[in-house]
């Protein structure tokens, strides 16, 4: 199994920053994949980032794109998301995936990031 730890989230005012991260730990071994995703209340569940394990080739969902940059610490099986010019939209509860091709998915708890206009 992986287990998954976010961390960063946090209020800030409309256009701040917030600096997202995820340790994956336990069975990454086979790890192929990690990615962040968000969840408005009443909305669905949204891709806001992601990278490929394996060739380190990072792609982003619309609501990123010019705004967030996701990187990466390979040693200690990490990912960032930088989150700048943070708009009241952007509120929601921000989750990290992990795809492993042993064990499928694993999901983390989530971290709540909450924008004041």
């Known amino acids: 199994q992986v287990q998954l730890a976010e961390s960063g989230g946090g209020l800030v005012q409309s256009g701040g920053s917030l600096r997202l991260s995820c340790a994956a730990s336990g069975s990454t071994v086979s790890l192929y994949d990690m990615a962040w995703y968000r969840q408005a209340p009443g909305k669905e569940r949204e891709f806001v980032a992601g990278i490929r394990w394996t060739t380190g080739n990072i792609r982003y969902g619309y609501s990123a794109k010019d705004r967030f940059t996701l990187s990466r610490d390979v040693a200690e099986t990490t990912i960032f998301l930088q989150m700048n010019s943070l708009q009241p939209e952007d509120t929601a509860t921000y989750y990290c995936?992990?795809?492993?091709?042993?064990?499928?998915?694993?999901w983390g708890q989530g971290t709540q990031v909450t924008i004041s206009s």
């Open positions: 995936k992990a795809e492993t091709h042993y064990y499928g998915a694993s």
